[in-house]
């Protein structure tokens, strides 16, 4: 019953919604014939009618189709769908829905063909998703790219509420994994439960395809590397020394463990490929494009890096002859310069070049120009190539000529030059066709004569002359290839990209949208795409600066005055060169001349730009004449412009300002001085500092709508680079330089091998068991597992025969005049009249120049007012966007409310596939086509009029050039439609035929490629499949493109099918090999060349990435080399001289290295041995650069120098020191560079003690100033991340000083940390970043301030976890800038301004997000110690007993005092022993922590009633952001006693939020006082409110209602709380109250005041009363939960610190008692983890773990600790946090555990006992190791058994601790410290961890040694008598 009553709901809903579906329809007829009802029905009416009566009759009439007959029987899947969607499913869909469900369960596959709108994303593969994702079958939808978020939204729409499923977006890239193996695994964990929960995972081709690249690579690295360490282990064999042995060992353990991360990614990655092969369904949307033979190939390039063949002449001749392409339009060979021997006319041979240079100078643009004539040529963009045969027959020759010039007087041709080979015989060579050459004799001389080297050159010409230029010449720049722009290089993608894909040419996929992660594979057509982009874009302002700054660097290395230099020289004739190409092309340069009206307008007494779009409409509006112009500005603020009395009005505020005209200069191109440019290029740096800080403190929204001229400005005012681009730029020669100097030599390099997949992956059965396709305009051209396509019955008919009907595609043909350009088809679309255009379709992409937007707002000028609001168009998010007039960004078409009749739509190429914008039912559209098009996409870009056939109708608009091709194709003079038609039917004919090649090697590639899958994935063990070489090496295709010496006959398609199936064989079985030979044979029937020729290489997608590549970091390569592996030697006695050699010593400012653009200007005495560091490293072989480990510090007349030395040379020194050298200065030290450490005390020298009478290193402070700006220096250079405040306020203390800006230092470290190759770190996170981006000044300011808070905090706090809860006010755990501004405010009053304020919290948040963390505060304040620390002592450390510092979070009462309970060792007020030794509380002590309790508890009310103060003023002030404010403030308030309360009341601030209209607000305020105050005023008028809505038919909002039952619930909160501390206050404290405090306190567990009640009462009860009460387990309880609110709770300290005492009290009083009770398993248990806890966190604190101890000696219990091993022997205790996660971990059988710490991801191995860094790879041992508590336990346990006897011992002599201070003299320990070691070693400790200065060190007693934990420094110390 009920299942039938829920089946009729469901059937009589749907019906509604298709009744109402049917309704509109009728709605929208009766008006429509209302309208026509006056007046004469023409066609376009009666068509409207019809449409709209058709529509009608549709949905009258519409059933549901997957019932038959009677049946009563329904489908639910089709039911459930109708009913979430409210609309019926289609005949043809239901049955193409069966089809497709039943081919996938039985395994199979299919292919079939939707027309253009019937339903393919919003129906077909929703249904199929929902029927198929069942039975544990995973559901794939792959989809191109720029459909993803468009399916992705359409799923969530589907699947969001009734049919609940998740939507999962797979992403997958090479680069996943490389940082955290873990990464992979989420995939897999992500995929595995989409499996098991039936999600709906949407994803791309490029993901799926590279996973299972990364798989396979991940098994081919893994083979290498295993070689690797195989090759390595041989070389250990014949090494001797122990160095070189240990190098080896560790560069052994660093592979394999590489290898192991790699082993474990496989083995993620295979499990998926097996997941999906077994039991998947791929649905794929636009399957002809996913499965396009030459676009769907996704490639892998693997191996080393190596020259391509022929090196650099394979660029020489594509830049020499593809410049006789640019004759006509420059006038003369911009390469000539650098090819002079072409000029020099040396012999006969030379003679005749020189004459033939010169006549075909003036011959190719002659015949260029015919080209133009005569329409073979296309001008716009630029040169195009549009008919192959003119070439062949005009320009092929010509160009072979030019060529030939330059292969005549090459190098290589001198032998065949002396062999008497004339001109005409190399151009007869180059020129010839292949048969006719074959047979020539001039072929067997040339060839006879030239050697290999020319043999290749003149093969390589004959390439680029048949096949080469014509092909690069028939792509249009920025539609088929071109650069990336400025704004596309900042993306994240592109700049982790290799810098080929940065310098070089990239394919695109439609016009302005170059392919996300695409190169060119074949080098020669990269070189010819990239040397055109360059010469039609020119440079762009990176490739600029990159040439300025080498410039510069190239003329520092040269001699003689600046003007006189050969590369100045250069510099101002490329100017020349500038000048005169601007004049001749008209523009303005140098000479003062004004350029166009700008305004501006004045704001604070200055003058600011206004931004672009609002000075591109008041020049409209002054050429129209206008005189006012309105806009809408920042924040929708409506403001009007009068050009007549000059002002700016805000129309809301009425307030105005001036605005003026300016004229801006051009700017002058003899500004450009080469040695000044850097400095001149950053000369605005401060202007824009000034403006960004006046934009913070402007006063109304008139000033925001400045805020997009100051971004402007800051992007455009680049100072001379700007001028250098706009002169520079352009210029041919300019260009030609770069290319050949700066990036083809440095990046074009290829790599040997390539793993690639294609379509056959998604479409065959190797990666999905089953697979779905569906498209608009599918090919035949599928996969073969795929089978035919199936065709829907007469669509292509039907799409044939709309687009060819003149009826649909109105003639006549719009032919664009000859001097055509994309303004004038704009204009001539948009003022069109008869008929109205309401659509522009660019399929053609014509509209260059342009982006979308500003498309939209030249339309929008041009289109007329009276007709038109806005122009929608798609943004480069792939978002539907309008442009409305009057505004001045774009808006949301969704949100913009514009009819469609107002609206015109703007289809940039890209989105004229699979988008879909409604247009108005009678619609016209014009629609581009060009020559590059095909009949699908005609028909693609036509379907985007959804009404098509229906009302709707296009009008072609060609150009001449075109219409000049189609009539050469159709022999016709007059074109009409069909003539069209046939042409790009003709176009794809052409297409097919390349596809069809590439296609028949893909699929024959399969047939092995499936067998070799099939047999590596039969082995479980990613270490057995790399064994498999067949089958891996199946995968493996070459990548060299090799250049034949002599001409050949190229191979037939079925031969090269032949000759690839030969080398596969061996992976083959019988029925293989058949089949391949099958496909051979149908190939060699249907013919084709190999492959598609060039058509086949173009757009191969490459993820083309460094072996190693830097973490989130732009990729910087360097090639460098240790040109000098043999050692320099230098005599000892040069140390003492008056001058070190700076052959042998250079400073660090004068180091140069391949890549480095600029020097790092710094100051200080740095110095580098050319042993340790080559300077001007230019080698290309790429090494390693040695790392700064070893310094020498050398005494000198000049001042201390400090050098990096290398290995060896320590060795020499040391080696001469032991010898007794006299010639070794006894003043020298070498220290080792290690970290953070200082240069150390005399005790660590590694040459030993100094000769006392030598001349020691400057010892002033001065002096140790210098010594440490030069260490920082040296550990810059190191690229070391570990940098101290101080050390970072150091070190850019000295780059400042040198001139090095923060830009020349960031490009130095990218350049260096390339060159060192180390791990992948994001160094911008760590200090290092800091120091590159510090200014001194700033940091000087932000210390003094942090020295203030520090002085502040440490004389009101007892430690920075206090003041971190005052700062934390709504108790979340981190701290947010108006609580920390109120914070200062209120407790150190006046002491910080607001501006200090704001200074300090930037300071703390280092993450930039706006929340601090303790940690972050607790940083913040040891920056502002400046107390000393060790190693040389500061300007300000003359104090041998500095004040202690600030110490961390978790030190305790380190200064003593306080509100703790009890006291802590080193306070004044004694501790009592108790009969056992264990320490107890004070009496008194425990009735003043009750006084402070109930003042705490009292301080609830008194806080809440004050924030209620605060809430209603700001409700009286209608200040929304104040009242959330307080209302966060109040759920701060007892956040840890009533946790209840806090969440409800953040459930009424975030509801709070959602109140958007001062209604609404009003509403939930006056509500939230109501509530909370029981005032009956504000409850009366509550009721008015709510009276008056229920009369309107107006429900109150939602929020408020929810927020007054969440208040509510605060509220009864607050008063239970209450009303329990007061019973619980009026128990008696005795035994009796003890079990209902403990459930009070059991109930409560977060509360710490309840905690310390129990314990007090405890404490009251004698020892035996507490423990049969329970009160060892009450304790033990208390003792857990105040460890787990430490750092969080207030009070938390004094519950650990009593419960410890308490217990220790009930064990000594009722011993036998009390153990029984510890003893039960479950009671020791949570003691054990109790006493870790203590021993973690309070291991600073001896009186504590005396007390923990005498319990643990008591239960013979052993505390145990784990360790780590940082250097040999050198073990130090874990972290707090990782101790107590080895624990856990270990309690529950867990074989490793994983945390993070400072930053970096670690595994601990509790099997193999080993510490991991992920990131790095690096694996340390571990250990577990006792505690040492017997000497404790034997002092607190001596007289245990026997009460009368106390121990007797002799008191020790007064002393006092001392540390050295590294330079003879000793330090004095803190007070506090000092009392902390007096005890400890009283209490028979071997070591104590103490906290000084904010830093944490390890005292050994045994070793009478000071550690610093952090360092790893070690110091004497020593105990002093008083």
Not at 1890 to 1906: A, C, K, L, N, P
């Amino acid at each position: 019953s009920i299942e039938r009553d829920v089946l009729g709901l469901m059937l009589r809903t749907s019906r509604v919604a298709q009744a109402q579906l049917a309704l509109g329809a009728l709605q929208d007829l009766k008006k429509t014939v209302t309208k026509y009802s006056a007046g004469h029905l023409d066609d376009v009416a009666c068509k409207e009618l019809e449409t709209l009566a058709g529509r009608v009759a549709m949905f009258v009439a519409s059933c549901r189709n997957y019932t038959s007959g009677g049946d009563p029987e329904v489908a639910p899947g089709f039911l459930l769908f109708e009913y979430v969607t409210g609309f019926l499913v289609r005949k043809q869909q239901v049955d193409l829905i069966r089809r497709f469900t039943d081919t996938a369960s039985d395994g199979g596959s299919l292919v079939a063909q939707m027309i253009m709108g019937a339903g393919k994303t919003t129906c077909i593969a929703p249904m199929l998703t929902l029927l198929l994702g069942n039975g544990g079958r995973l559901v794939l939808n792959v989809v191109p790219k720029a459909l993803l978020a468009q399916t992705r939204n359409v799923m969530r729409k589907m699947f969001g509420q009734i049919l609940a499923k998740r939507v999962v977006t797979l992403t997958f890239s090479r680069m996943m994994g490389q940082a955290d193996p873990f990464d992979v695994q989420l995939v897999k964990q992500q995929l595995f439960d989409a499996q098991r929960d039936a999600a709906v995972v949407c994803s791309t081709p490029a993901a799926i395809k590279s996973m299972f690249l990364r798989h396979l690579e991940l098994l081919q690295l893994n083979f290498l590397q295993t070689s690797m360490i195989d090759r390595l282990k041989n070389e250990r064999q014949k090494v001797r020394d122990s160095v070189g042995r240990e190098r080896l060992n560790r560069r052994i353990k660093d592979v394999a463990k590489e290898v192991e991360g790699n082993r474990v990614m496989a083995g993620f990655l295979g499990e998926v490929v097996d997941m999906l092969r077994q039991n998947s369904c791929a649905l794929i949307d636009e399957v002809d494009l996913v499965l396009h033979p030459l676009k769907s190939e996704l490639n892998f390039p693997i191996g080393n890096f190596e020259m391509y063949d022929l090196g650099n002449e394979r660029w020489n001749l594509a830049v020499h002859l593809l410049d006789a392409v640019f004759l006509k339009s420059e006038g003369h060979a911009a390469a000539g310069n650098f090819y002079p021997e072409i000029r020099d006319g040396d012999g006969r041979l030379g003679a005749d070049v020189v004459e033939r240079i010169s006549q075909l100078e003036k011959e190719i643009p002659e015949v260029v120009q015919t080209g133009y004539e005569m329409l073979m040529l296309q001008k716009q963009p630029h040169l195009v190539l549009l008919s192959r045969p003119w070439y062949d027959s005009n320009l092929r020759s010509l160009l072979a000529k030019w060529l030939a010039c330059w292969l005549a007087t090459h190098a290589e041709a001198k032998a065949a030059r002396e062999s008497g080979v004339s001109l005409d015989d190399i151009t007869q060579f180059l020129s010839s066709d292949l048969p006719d050459l074959l047979g020539f004799a001039v072929q067997r001389k040339l060839e006879e004569i030239s050697g290999p080297f020319l043999g290749k050159l003149l093969t390589l010409g004959r390439e680029w002359l048949f096949n080469l230029v014509p092909h690069v010449l028939s792509k249009i720049d920025r539609v088929q290839y071109g650069l990336l722009t400025e704004q596309e290089l900042a993306t994240e993608e592109n700049q982790k990209a290799p810098s080929s894909r940065r310098l070089l040419a990239v394919p695109f996929v439609a016009k302005d949208k170059p392919s996300p992660a695409a190169e060119f594979a074949q080098p020669d057509v990269l070189i010819g795409f990239s040397v055109l982009a360059y010469r039609y874009e020119g440079l762009r302002l990176s490739d600029t600066v990159q040439a300025l700054h080498f410039l510069q660097m190239k003329a520092g290395r040269e001699s003689g005055p600046w003007s006189a230099r050969p590369t100045c020289m250069m510099f101002e004739r490329w100017k020349e060169l500038a000048s005169k190409r601007y004049k001749e092309k008209g523009a303005k340069i140098s000479g003062g001349g004004l350029g166009p009206l700008s305004w501006e307008v004045q704001l604070d007494d200055e003058w600011k730009p206004l931004p672009k779009t609002m000075t591109e409409l008041l020049r409209d509006a002054k050429e129209r004449r206008e005189t006012k112009v309105q806009f809408n500005g920042f924040g929708g603020q409506p403001y009007e412009i009068d050009l007549e009395e000059m002002t700016q009005t805000n129309l809301r505020s009425k307030k105005s300002r001036k605005i003026r005209e300016v004229e801006v200069k051009e700017k002058r191109s003899d500004e450009l001085k080469l040695p000044e440019l850097q400095a001149l290029s950053t000369g605005s740096d401060r202007k824009k500092k000034k403006d960004k800080d006046k934009a913070a403190e402007a006063e109304d929204d008139a000033e925001a709508v400045i805020d997009d001229a100051k971004k402007e400005a800051e992007k455009e005012d680049l100072g001379h680079a700007e001028v250098a681009v706009e002169i520079l730029g352009p210029v041919p020669e300019i260009i030609l330089w770069y290319l050949l100097t700066m990036v083809f030599d440095s990046v074009l390099r290829q790599q040997p091998y390539k793993l690639s997949a294609t379509g056959q992956e998604l479409g065959s059965s190797m990666l999905f068991s089953s697979r779905i396709g569906f498209s608009g305009t599918p090919s035949s051209l599928l996969p073969e597992e795929l089978g035919q396509c199936l065709f829907e019955a007469e669509n292509e008919g039907e799409i044939l025969s709309v687009l060819s009907d003149e009826h649909h595609v109105v003639p006549p043909l719009v032919e664009m005049p000859a001097a055509w350009s994309p303004e004038s088809i704009l204009e001539c679309v948009a003022t069109s009249t008869d008929p109205v255009f309401h659509c522009l379709i660019d399929t053609g992409a014509l509209v260059m120049g342009y982006t979308n937007e500003e498309v939209a707002r030249r339309l929008l000028r041009m289109l007329p007012e009276d007709q038109f609001d806005g122009v929608a168009f798609y943004d480069d998010a792939d978002s539907p966007m309008v442009l409305l007039r009057g505004a001045s960004r774009p808006a949301l078409l969704s949100e913009s409310g514009v009819p469609m009749e107002r609206r015109f739509t703007f289809f940039d190429q890209v989105h004229t596939t699979g988008t879909d914008t409604k247009q108005p039912l009678q619609a016209f559209a014009a629609l581009t086509v060009s020559a590059a098009m095909t009949f699908r996409d005609y028909a693609q870009g036509a379907w985007r009029m959804r009404g098509l056939g229906k009302g709707q109708k296009l009008r072609m608009l060609m150009t001449p050039e075109l219409v000049k091709k189609v009539q050469g194709v159709v022999h016709s003079d007059s074109l009409v439609l069909r003539d069209i038609v046939a042409f790009l039917l003709s176009n794809g004919f052409d297409s097919e035929g390349k596809q069809f090649a590439a296609l028949q090697l893909q699929n024959l590639a399969t047939t092995w490629r499936k067998h070799a899958l099939n047999s590596l994935l039969d082995k479980q063990d990613p270490k057995d499949r790399e064994k498999m070489r067949p089958e891996m090496e199946a995968f493996l295709e070459s990548l060299r493109f090799p250049v034949e010496d002599k001409v050949r006959q190229s191979l037939a398609l079925h031969e090269k099918m032949r000759a690839l199936a030969d080398q596969q064989a061996k992976v083959m079985s019988s029925d293989e090999t058949a089949h391949c030979e099958e496909l051979i044979a149908a190939a060699a029937e249907g013919g084709g060349d190999e492959g598609g020729g060039l058509g086949a290489e173009i757009t191969r997608q490459q993820e083309k990435e460094q072996e190693k590549q830097q973490e989130k970091e732009k990729e910087v390569e360097v090639h460098v080399g240790r040109e000098r592996e043999k050692e320099i030697p230098w005599p000892l006695k040069m140390l003492s001289s008056s001058a070190l050699p700076e052959q042998v010593f250079f400073k660090l400012a004068d180091f140069r290295m391949s890549g480095l653009k600029t020097q790092l200007n710094c100051s200080g005495s740095a110095l580098i041995s050319s042993n340790h560091t080559c300077n001007d490293l230019t080698s290309l072989s790429a090494r390693r650069m040695k790392s700064v480990n070893i310094l020498l510090v050398v005494p000198h007349t000049s001042g201390t120098k400090t050098v990096s030395l290398s290995l060896a040379e320590a060795a020499a020194l040391r080696r001469a020191r032991h010898l007794r050298s006299e010639e070794l200065s006894g003043g020298c030290t070498m220290w080792l560079c290690s970290h953070s450490e200082k240069v150390p005390e005399i005790s660590k020298n590694l040459l030993g003690n100094s000769d006392p009478g030598a001349e020691a290193a400057d010892p002033s402070v001065l002096g140790a100033r210098r010594m440490e700006a030069a260490r920082c220096l040296l550990r810059f250079f190191n690229c070391d991340l570990d940098f101290r405040p101080d050390e970072v306020v150091v070190c850019v203390q000295a780059v400042e000083a040198g001139g090095a800006a923060p830009k020349q230092r960031q490009h130095f470290i990218e350049t260096v940390l390339g060159a060192r190759r180390r791990d992948t770190c994001a160094w911008r996170d760590t200090p290092l970043g800091d120091v590159v981006r510090g200014d001194s000044k700033k940091l000087q300011a932000k210390q003094r301030l942090a020295q203030k808070l520090h002085d502040l905090v440490l004389k009101d706090f007892r430690s920075a976890g206090e003041f971190f809860q005052k700062l934390d006010i709504n108790g979340d755990g981190v701290v947010q800038m108006d609580e920390f501004q109120k914070t200062l405010k209120k407790h150190f009053a006046g002491a910080f301004s607001a501006g200090d304020a704001r200074e300090l919290f930037h300071a703390a948040d280092t993450t930039g997000e706006g929340n601090v963390t303790i940690h972050d505060i607790n940083q913040l304040i040891l920056f502002g110690d400046t107390t000393g620390s060790e190693g040389f002592p500061s300007s300000d450390a003359s104090d041998p007993n500095p004040d202690p510092a600030y110490p961390t979070a978790d030190v305790h009462d380190i200064a003593g005092g306080g509100d703790s309970p009890f006291p802590a060792a080193g306070m004044d007020e004694p501790s009592s022993p108790s009969p056992s030794g264990a320490f107890v509380i004070p009496l008194e002590r425990g009735q003043r922590l009750l006084a402070e309790l109930d003042a705490h508890i009292a301080g609830f009310g008194k806080k809440r009633a004050h924030i209620f103060t605060e809430l209603c003023a700001a409700h009286d002030k209608k200040d929304k952001k104040a009242f959330l404010s307080s209302l966060r403030e109040l759920c701060g308030v007892a956040s840890s006693e009533i946790p209840e309360a806090r969440g409800a009341l953040m459930e009424v601030v975030d509801l709070g939020q959602q109140c958007e209209s001062d209604h609404e607000v009003f509403l939930f305020q006056l509500s939230f006082l109501a509530q909370v105050l029981d005032d009956p005023v504000r409850q009366s008028e509550l009721e008015d409110l709510y009276i008056a809505a229920d009369d309107a038919g107006e429900p109150m909002p939602e929020a408020v209602s929810k927020a007054a039952k969440f208040l509510a619930k605060a509220i009864a909160a607050w008063k239970e709380f209450d009303g329990t501390w007061s019973e619980l206050r009026s128990l008696p404290q005795s035994e009796s109250s003890i079990p209902t405090l403990a459930s009070q306190a059991g109930e409560h567990r977060t509360s710490a005041v309840l905690q310390l009640l129990l314990l007090e009462c405890l404490h009251r009860s004698s020892p035996g009363g507490a423990s049969e009460n329970g009160g060892v387990a009450l304790a033990v309880s208390a003792l857990l939960q105040g460890l787990a609110q430490l750092g969080k709770e207030s009070q938390a300290d004094n519950v650990v610190e009593w419960a410890i005492f308490e217990l220790a009290r009930v064990v000594s009083g009722a011993r036998e008692v009390a153990l029984a009770q510890l003893r039960d398993p479950d009671s020791l248990s949570r003691f054990s983890q109790a006493a870790a806890g203590v021993w973690d966190s309070k291991r600073d604190d001896v009186s504590i773990l005396r007390a923990i101890c005498y319990v643990l000696n008591a239960l013979e219990l052993k505390v145990t600790k784990w360790q780590v091993e940082l250097k040999e022997d050198d073990w130090r205790d874990m972290g707090s946090e990782a101790q107590l996660l080895i624990r856990q971990s270990k309690e529950r059988g867990e074989p490793s555990v994983c945390f993070r710490t400072r930053g970096f991801p670690y595994e601990i191995d509790l099997v193999k006992f080993t510490q991991t860094n992920l990131q790095t790879t690096k694996a340390r041992p571990i250990r577990e190791v006792e505690v040492e508590v017997g000497a404790l336990g034997d002092a607190t346990d001596a007289t245990a058994d026997e009460p009368g006897v106390s121990p007797v011992s002799a008191a020790p002599a007064p002393h006092k601790w001392q540390v050295s201070n590294g330079r003879g003299g000793w330090w004095d320990f803190p007070a506090d410290i000092d009392a902390q070691l007096q005890e400890a070693k009283a209490a028979g400790f071997c070591s104590l961890t103490v906290v000084i200065r904010g830093h944490e060190y390890e005292v050994s007693f045994d070793r009478m040694t000071q550690k610093n934990l952090s360092t790893g420094t070690e110091r004497t110390i020593q105990t002093c008598d008083l």
